[in-house]
Structures are given as C-alpha cells and as structure tokens.
C-alpha cells in the first residue's frame, strides 16, 4: 500500500497559476503519526492532487460526498485543518453533519487521523492537498453548509498579503459554494488580518457579517490558539452567513 507524500506541487510555477496561500513545509512523522497514517489513511483519506489516492466523483465529475462518506448529509469544510484537535471535537459535538478536512502538510493529516481513530468518528473526511483547488474543480455551488477557516497563514510581510486567504477573489470562491443560509467562519489572531477579514465580509453584499466577535463557544480552543493567548495576542472571529 502506497501512503500520501508531500510530492504535490506547494508553489505555483507558471504566470497565471493562483497564488498558494500556504507556505512549504517538510517535517518528519513521529511513529504514532507514521502508524495513524498507515492504518486510517485508507479508510478515512484522499489525496487533492495524486491519482493513487483518489475520491469518490457523481458522473459529471463533481465530488461524490454521498460516497465518501456513506450517507447523505449536510458539508462542512475546514481549510486548514492543522493537527486536527478543532476538526475533531466539533465533528463529535455536531454527528448530523459531515466534516472535510482539507490540510496541505503530511504532520497535520497524520495527527487529524489519530484524533479521528481514538474518537471513533465516522462524520470525518481528511483530504490532503490544496483546499482551493479541490473547491474550483470539484465542489458543486451552493453545497455546503459551512466553512471553517481557523487560524490561517497570516503572511504578516505586506508584500505577502496577496497570499492571504481571505481576499476578495477567494471570498467569492467560498461564498459561490455555500447554500444560502450557510456560513463562512473565520478566526484569526493576527489584528490587522482580522481587519481585512472583517472588511472583506462586509463589503460582500451576498454575505450578511458579524463583524468582529469573540469566539463562539461552540469553537474550542486549540493548542495553537492558547499558546498565542499566553502570549497576549487577541483573538477574533468573524462570522458571515450567506444570504442570497
């Protein structure tokens, strides 16, 4: 059996490629990881990019989720997953819906899939690869219920913002696939991105916003997120549902 890798391609190449919005990243795999990945990896992974690992497609190409996950439920996406601890305890307080997790860098799906493993989830998908890219090709409009954008790269040099990926023109994406009545929920701890996150909502006329908010409780805190809060650093999320 062949496991995923982080052969993909992380950087665009040709002139009008889209910008990727997540930096290369090479780490080694603990054992645990290294077992979680062989043991759940087929049952619970696909790959975006690689053909050895591929998804479930309905006969026009879109992406079978009925398939994937053995039921007909409402979707949500995360974009981003990171170690997985956010994905998983809000799958487990929310079983009627679906969960895809779409995660870049190996460390993050291997950790993912131990969480899924040792919780007995059957809501959770994981696809490794670049989220964007899977939600142009094979991502039906208006099909999910929600997306989940925690913590994402903040790219904090300005000539780098361009890569941030909570920018108009990947707003549009996001929105273009959610249902009416769906939500996009973001949260960051960098100021000056949840500024732009919070003014590219509201300036969507499709998407109705919170503005910036505290938490919501049914997001739980990860490890990531409580480190920068030891730190000092201020936390908000922004919350826009679509209504038309």
């Not at 009925?66 to 409402?74: M, W």
């Not at 993050?108 to 994981?126: E, W």
């Not at 997306?147 to 990947?170: C, E, G, S, T, Y």
């Amino acid at each position: 059996m062949t496991l995923p890798s982080d052969a993909f391609r992380l950087t665009a190449i040709r002139a009008h490629e889209p910008l990727r919005t997540y930096a290369p990243r090479r780490s080694p795999l603990s054992q645990d990881r290294e077992d979680s990945l062989e043991r759940l990896w087929p049952l619970f992974g696909f790959s975006v990019h690689d053909d050895a690992h591929p998804y479930p497609t309905t006969p026009d190409g879109l992406l079978d989720t009925a398939a994937l996950f053995g039921r007909e439920a409402p979707l949500v996406v995360e974009i981003g997953s990171g170690m997985g601890e956010t994905t998983v305890a809000m799958a487990a307080a929310d079983p009627g819906r679906n969960y895809l997790a779409l995660e870049a860098h190996l460390p993050g799906i291997a950790s993912l899939l131990g969480f899924v493993g040792q919780a007995g989830l059957t809501n959770v998908r994981v696809g490794h690869g670049d989220a964007l890219d899977l939600l142009r090709r094979v991502v039906g409009p208006d099909s999910l219920d929600a997306v989940h954008v925690f913590f994402p790269d903040p790219w904090p040099k300005n000539k780098h913002h361009k890569r941030r990926l909570i920018q108009p023109a990947h707003v549009d994406l996001l929105r273009s696939r959610l249902r009416v009545g769906g939500t996009l929920h973001c949260a960051t701890d960098w100021v000056d991105y949840a500024e732009q996150m919070r003014d590219v909502l509201e300036a969507d006329p499709a998407f109705e916003s919170s503005g910036l908010v505290e938490r919501p409780a049914h997001r739980p805190v990860t490890k990531f997120e409580q480190r920068g809060l030891d730190l000092g650093h201020v936390v908000n999320d922004v919350v826009a549902r679509r209504i038309r």
